[in-house]
């Protein structure tokens, strides 16, 4: 009978540099939860332990009202569907992106009523993003995502945001 011996993996090599604490460009956080009310505490929670965890506390609060809002509204657009949110630290300014699958509708009636009763529903964060600087939107998500694209732009200090309603890069 062989003799059959361990083998162990050789240790990684030590980093050449040590490691650093996370800083706000490192922030890069997504999440998929349920098109469901409950969703909007999880993603606020979420989101607020990352903003804390790469020194952009100061912006918490205020990312926490986008993403309830937009998760909110999702939720009520696409009850138990996905939803698909991403939180990014860009060019001196937090990126908030939310997917859901609310399908682009056929009858250009039916887009308009569509569009107006999301875009009334997200009054809240109209207000907020016009008082802090900042911008939001809607639109057809592009593959390979599917359904509405909705976005919000949250300046941090020191940075002004050109008021325009582009879309956002991921």
Not at 21 to 26: I, M, Q, S
Not at 75 to 104: C, F, M, N
Not at 121 to 148: F, I, K, V, Y
């Amino acid at each position: 009978m062989p003799l059959i011996r361990p083998i162990r993996c050789p240790a990684a090599p030590l980093a050449a540099r040590p490691p650093q604490a996370p800083r706000p460009a490192g922030l890069a956080c997504s999440i998929t939860v349920p098109g469901e009310p409950h969703s909007a505490a999880i993603v606020r929670n979420t989101v607020r332990s990352a903003l804390h965890a790469h020194g952009l506390a100061p912006h918490a609060d205020l990312a926490q009202l986008a993403v309830t809002e937009l998760v909110a509204t999702a939720a009520k657009l696409t009850p138990g569907e996905d939803l698909y949110v991403s939180v990014r630290y860009r060019a001196g300014a937090l990126r908030i992106v939310l997917w859901d699958q609310h399908p682009r509708h056929r009858d250009p009636d039916a887009v308009s009523v569509c569009e107006e009763r999301r875009r009334r529903s997200l009054w809240l964060l109209d207000a907020m993003a016009e008082e802090h600087g900042g911008d939001w939107g809607t639109e057809e998500a592009q593959p390979p995502h599917r359904g509405t694209k909705s976005w919000a732009l949250l300046p941090c200090e020191g940075f002004a945001v050109r008021r325009t309603r582009s879309r956002l890069s991921r």
